[in-house]
């Protein structure tokens, strides 16, 4: 019983380490080399023994075979290294694009840092103006196109521009605030990815590619635990959130709302509560919550009988 409790484990444990998924991949890249001779040799075999059991081979012709088959597997054990050595190189040119945007994400963020919090002032921050492609080059390597990370690189990009305008005219201190800004509502962001998250996705595929494993990095809003955590929330909150809405409205008198940083006032004032202070431990845990508040919102334009929502407009109705 212990025997089979432990072999479990040690099964669970390897999985979740990825490692199965590696001697899957290892072994997929060898199989070839082994089944193709292989069902060569059994169709020879196969006709020799069953389609033509009357005729003897002589030793001449076995030999011919034999010469023949070394050869077929020599060629095509060559061609194949060949295939998967160009293809290998395609996939390392593939990993170091990734590397190289990943690299300018990092540097930039650098620099940034220094200017807001260290009185940094350089003339401008630089960076390299290919990212775009270099981000191309991972929707190639993971094999589909992800939008949402895309958007997050261009927002990052932005920032940096916008941070540049502002030093092109030596208004330092506007360009420290515009990356604190940034920062700060990227820590609430219910995009798929944040801007540490879109690092991580780089990590993953910088790395993880190299060791053949494949599954590209799942954002941590699309992970089911949390998926199950923001409709829970957002069905016991709703008419929490939208009372608070209400209020608002009433007490200044107004019928239309348009308040694009409503949801991060939300936020904030739920997460003075015990219950969403378990759910958000860490500074980018605040997403889950504005995720919540957010649903919230969509349950409103849904439901509400007092209020419709579309676009961070609010309407008494």
Known sequence: M??????????????????FSYLKYTIGQYLPMVLIPGIALLIFC???????P???????????FYGSFLAFVGAFCLGYFIYKRNEKNRFDE????CKLLLNVLETTDQVMLRVSRYHFKPAFINYDPNWINYYYEYEALVKRADIDLKHTLSLHFNTVDKMNVAM?????????????DYVWRENYSVKRYNSLEAKMCLISASHMYEYGYRKARMSWLDDPKVKKTVAEYS??????????IWNIMMKKNIRFMDNPDLDIEITDWLLK????????????DKRIV????HECFLMIGRKSERLSYCWSEFTVK
Not at 2 to 19: Q, V
Not at 168 to 180: H, M, N, P, S, V
Not at 290 to 293: A, D, N
Request: aromatic fraction near 16%.
């Open 54 to 64: 009357e005729t003897k081979l002589t030793k001449s012709e076995l030999i011919s």
């Open 46 to 52: 196969v006709i020799t023994l069953y389609y033509e």
């Open 168 to 180: 092109a005219d030596k208004d330092y201190e506007l360009a420290g605030r515009i990356f604190e």
């Open 2 to 19: 212990n025997f089979t409790i432990a072999f479990i484990a040690i099964i669970m444990m390897y999985k979740r380490l990825g490692i």
């Open 290 to 293: 504005c995720k919540i508040v």
């Open 94 to 97: 593939k990993i170091a694009k």
């Open 273 to 284: 509560n015990d219950e969403f202070k378990k759910i958000a431990k860490f500074p980018d």
């Open 235 to 244: 069905k016991a909150y709703y008419p929490i959130v939208e009372t608070y």
